[in-house]
């Protein structure tokens, strides 16, 4: 082989490796966080604006992907629930600590709350793939 051509090989299987990494670092598993609160009758209107004209927008500053939202009955309550992708778990901590202290959420927060709270939070779950999930693999980040 001449050298020329060992210069290509070597190019050609360094350019794969590092194409190969980089697919690793874009490629890698994600976790979801599935969270449901109680809304109530008399301050459901309140709390949808709320959450979708505020929280949403202030959620998005700190790299939340709201992947889908629901409303639902259960047990004679009205349940809203949101499904949340992370690309891990320090990410979503990290993203919660700082919309938790964003000044301005605390302070829609503090307009919007009337006498009666808007939502009680139900349940927090972080859930993680299983081995055999179909969707092991995340999209590439876009």
């Known amino acids: 082989m001449n050298r020329t051509i060992r210069i290509l090989a070597l190019t050609f299987a360094l350019a ?28 459901k209107p309140a709390f949808h ?18 992947v889908a939202t629901w409303e639902t009955q259960n047990d004679g ?24 202290a964003d000044e301005e959420w605390k302070d829609i927060k503090r307009r919007t709350r009337g006498d009666k709270p808007l939502v009680q939070v139900l349940s927090d779950r972080t859930l993680r793939p299983t081995a055999y999930s179909p969707r092991r693999i995340a999209e590439p980040s876009r």
Do not use: C, N, S
């Open 16 to 43: 794969a490796g590092t194409a190969l990494a980089v697919d690793a670092q874009t490629h890698k598993e994600t976790v979801q966080q599935l969270r449901i609160y109680q809304i109530y009758d008399d301050t």
């Open 49 to 66: 604006d709320r959450f979708r004209d505020h929280a949403m927008r202030i959620m998005a500053r700190y790299g939340f992907r709201i």
């Open 77 to 100: 309550r009205i349940e809203f629930a949101y499904l949340l992708d992370w690309p891990d778990e320090a990410t979503m901590k990290a993203a919660w600590d700082g919309f938790m």
